[in-house]
């Protein structure tokens, strides 16, 4: 007879919900841990570190329970509040509990919406989903560095997707926890992405900086340093328009007819 599979260990396929011999809990308790959550993660001060690390440990008491409540908040959400969506994600990624993989997975591989015509220059909504997007593949990274298998099936899944930026958060995430998957990699990834294997994540103190930025700024050059050359530092003179001769038109002679 076949071993049937536990149900405390679901594929990463498995739909988001509460398992069966979960505990039902109050919604509001985990709606006010949450909103703790959140208004920890912009305080300032002093004490801003102890108390966020109060509420993500309130936060994390019960994660099964949390992360069904973390996806619920999400889902309510008005699509078009970014800032309040991506720190639900985030505080997802901070439960650092498999109980938050179907939701993070749900979340990469739920199709990005179509450009809205209500984008203004500065807002762009593919480019806040794919930010949601990529802050998951992060979480679902520490998990697999973690040796969590689910949340690295996930992200092998989300390689599927058409996107350079959540194609490029997942191959960093799959090597950063097993550096020995290249291979893997390249035979699930389309040829025209396979150069994003060669793409390294780099600490920004690594990178190079420009130590006296003022000096490349006209007011701060040394007087004796003179300007760079300027290409058509003259400007050309306009040419001059001709404007059509205006005069009496002589009068035609009839036809058959001598001028007098």
Not at 98 to 116: F, K, N, W
Not at 154 to 179: G, V
Not at 223 to 252: H, I, L, M, Q
């Amino acid at each position: 007879m076949a071993k049937q599979k536990s149900s405390d260990s679901p594929g990463t396929d498995d739909a988001l919900g509460s398992r069966p011999h979960a505990v039902a809990a109050e919604p509001g308790r985990f709606a006010r841990r949450i909103d703790r959550y959140l208004a920890a993660l912009y305080l300032t001060g002093d004490d801003a570190g102890e108390l966020h690390d109060q509420a993500l440990a309130e936060l994390t008491r019960e994660p099964e329970e949390t992360g069904i409540a973390l996806a619920r908040a999400e889902g309510a959400c008005n699509r078009r509040d970014y800032p309040k969506r991506w720190a639900l994600v985030y505080a997802a990624t901070r439960l650092d509990h498999e109980a938050a993989v179907p939701y993070l997975r749900q979340l990469v591989l739920r199709p990005i919406p179509p450009r809205d015509r209500r984008d203004s220059h500065g807002l762009s909504a593919a480019r806040e989903e794919t930010i949601l997007r990529t802050t998951a593949i992060d979480g679902l990274g520490r998990l697999a560095s973690r040796g969590n298998k689910r949340a690295l099936d996930a992200l092998f899944e989300c390689l599927d997707i058409a996107s350079i930026s959540i194609r490029r958060a997942s191959i960093q995430a799959i090597l950063s926890a097993k550096p020995d998957y290249r291979k893997r990699i390249l035979e699930r990834l389309p040829a025209n992405f396979r150069y994003l294997l060669d793409v390294k994540r780099t600490e920004v103190s690594k990178v190079p900086q420009v130590k006296d930025p003022r000096k490349h700024l006209r007011e701060h050059r040394p007087a004796d340093k003179a300007a760079p050359p300027r290409f058509n530092a003259e400007p050309d003179k306009p040419k001059k328009s001709r404007s059509p001769k205006v005069g009496k038109k002589k009068p035609r002679s009839p036809k058959g007819g001598k001028k007098r």
